[in-house]
């Protein structure tokens, strides 16, 4: 809610692979569209900034590597690129995780709240090497106390 839009000359775009996700964007959007994050419907070059959140984690690396290069594909250079993105110690995914264990004890249909998180990041080198595989350099890795309570903030940009 707090990007500046630049009077109107900036276009928000919320863009997920489920149509319905995409149509529950906040209001300051102002286009939403159906997108397959290795496939973006966006020409080369043609993005000044790119917001990941809850992505990365339900990935291997191959396939993280893949998203990486599509975003450096449609960014344009100096753009920056914003992965959120659940760490081991997330306490909000162990909390989740326990919830379902408990519960699943007792039901007869297990529950699942979201995608196997399978690549959660380790540390903040791994996140920087993920960037520097797919030509970004590094900005920013965050794994202060604040990351704890849902994702690491992981800040890349593509070269200018």
Known sequence: MRIDKRGGARSLVAADLVLPVVAMAHSIMDIRVAADCFRLPFADGSLDGLWNVG?????????????LSEFHRVLRPGAPVCLL?????????????AVETVANLFLEKPIQFHPAEISK?????????????????????DWGW?????FKTVVGRRPA
């Open 121 to 141: 990041l380790r540390s903040s080198r791994e996140a920087s090497e993920a960037l520097g595989r797919n030509d970004f350099e590094t900005v920013f890795v």
């Open 55 to 67: 992505v990365m984690e339900h990935f291997e690396q191959e396939r993280i590597d893949m998203m």
């Open 85 to 97: 993105w659940p760490a081991h110690d997330s306490l909000p995914q162990k909390g989740l995780r």
């Open 146 to 150: 604040r990351s704890l309570m849902a």
